[in-house]
């Protein structure tokens, strides 16, 4: 059974509080979400949502707290686990009043930038995330958007695990697809320009593994990165799917060894010259012919139609269904007889636990799971922790002593994110979760 991926982009959420009248963007969201609905169900469910960046507008908390209600109805909707939603911020996730009021972070932008190539653009981002100072005036203008992101475990730091995160979805023959988020925001300024941006190797570098093929996504496409051309020479024949978002202009772009996607906007500026709303759905499967491996990329590109009858229809493809197809060639691989092979019901999941086949969770990414005692992740316990009131979060860290005061000035996603830890440090993931789901139960 195929792998059902949506990929949305350029949402834009705006929350003004001086809006007069409807909000024409309110009612594109919910003519998508109802498309979105239909179109996968019929595809058998929704396994996975990415969405490439500029989520909110101006990078302000109350758009956050307006895409997280939406993004939740859409799991609701399609019944996608909120597990298996994957975020990346784009230039609109910056809160640009933290550049306006503390300029110095721009002129950091540009010292990184400057640099005479990209190996030493590479060494000057890095040892300024080293610096604690630095690296959090770096990040202070992604601050609403980690805090918002840590609902779908998708927030970005300098940090190992969460620089440029990994998730795994398991295919039909058991293999692995691999998702890769890149955060080409970390620079963004105020006057962004082609070629002006920089990710670093150390966010796009890529290996080979048995049994594991890679998806990535980002929103600013490769042209847009000053390092853009090096990442496509590192992804190529190894990374077999690129999503990428802000150009709002949605294509295919099939290459030897992989394909690219492009989104439309979900809701693009009405004075751009083609407002042509759209997203896509992907289907990834792996088929074996004459012992020979391919992935089969099944692209069901949706786009609005602005005249009557007014609705999202196809972006015609040359499948029956008008699909559009790409079949990469894969190396050999057998799963070993040890590990047993996924069912069509259990195809499409994510290995929290290891990044191996062989230890993936095998539970359908539609089932509630509760984890087993000796199974526990942080992962795990984050979901549920989200669901509650900040001040709840902060008890229960209290009574597992978690919080310590030095982090008292963090951001909230990096002092939930430590507590969870510690947490595990501690060998408290299990008794910290039970306190989760003792309070949730009782409303707190």
């Not at 972070?105 to 190996?119: K, V």
């Not at 005036?137 to 779908?152: M, P, Q, R």
């Not at 295919?171 to 006057?191: F, K, M």
């Not at 559009?324 to 929290?352: D, I």
Request: proline content about 5%; some cysteine.
């Amino acid at each position: 059974m195929p792998l059902n991926i949506a990929h949305l982009s350029d949402i834009h959420f705006l929350c003004d509080p001086e809006q007069i009248g409807h909000d024409p963007n309110r009612h594109m969201r919910d003519e998508l979400l109802e498309d979105l609905e239909v179109q996968s169900e019929k595809l058998g469910g929704l396994d996975a949502l990415v969405v490439s960046g500029d989520i909110a507008y101006g990078g302000r908390r109350e758009e956050f707290e307006l895409a997280a209600n939406w993004l939740r109805e859409i799991c609701e909707r399609t019944g996608c686990s909120v597990k298996n939603v994957f975020l990346c911020p784009g230039n609109h996730d910056v809160d640009r009043q933290v550049l306006k009021k503390k300029s110095f972070i721009e002129d950091s932008h540009a010292a990184i930038l400057n640099a005479r190539d990209n190996e030493r653009r590479n060494i000057e981002l890095i040892r300024r995330l080293k610096l604690p100072d630095t690296r959090a005036h770096l990040y202070e203008s992604l601050e609403n958007y980690n805090n918002f992101a840590l609902n779908f475990d998708s927030c970005f730091h300098a940090e190992r695990d969460d620089y440029a995160w990994t998730r795994d979805l398991v295919l039909n023959d058991g293999s692995i697809l691999r998702v890769r988020a890149l955060n080409s925001a970390l620079l963004s300024g105020r006057d962004d320009k082609a070629g002006t941006l920089f990710l670093g190797r150390s966010a796009w570098s890529v290996g080979r593994e048995a049994g594991v093929e890679h998806l990535a996504f980002s929103h600013h496409p490769p042209k847009w990165l000053a390092d853009g051309e090096d990442m496509v020479s590192e992804f190529a024949n190894k990374v077999r799917i690129q999503l990428y978002g802000h150009e709002h202009d949605q294509r295919i772009v099939p290459s030897q060894g992989s394909v690219t996607l492009f989104a439309g906007a979900v809701n693009p500026h009405r004075l751009e010259g083609q407002w042509q709303p759209g997203y896509n759905l992907i289907q990834v499967s792996v088929n074996v012919r004459e012992d020979a491996r391919y992935m089969l990329v099944r692209i069901h590109a949706r786009e609005w139609q602005s005249k009557i009858p007014m609705m999202f229809k196809p972006y015609a493809g040359t499948a029956h269904d008008m699909a559009h197809e790409v079949e990469l060639k894969l190396r050999p691989w057998k799963q070993k007889p040890s590990a047993a092979a996924p069912t069509a019901a259990t195809s499409a999941t994510v290995a929290f636990s290891a990044p191996s086949p062989a230890t993936s969770s095998a539970a359908s990414p539609k089932e509630i799971e509760v984890p087993s005692l000796d199974a526990m992740t942080m992962q795990q316990v984050l979901y549920p922790l989200m669901e509650m009131e900040r001040d709840r979060q902060r008890d229960v860290f209290r009574a597992l002593s978690l919080e310590v005061p030095e982090e008292a000035t963090l951001p909230d996603f990096l002092k939930i994110k430590r507590a969870l830890v510690r947490a595990k440090e501690k060998g408290l993931l299990s008794k910290l979760f039970d306190l989760i789901v003792e309070e949730n139960a009782h409303g707190h």
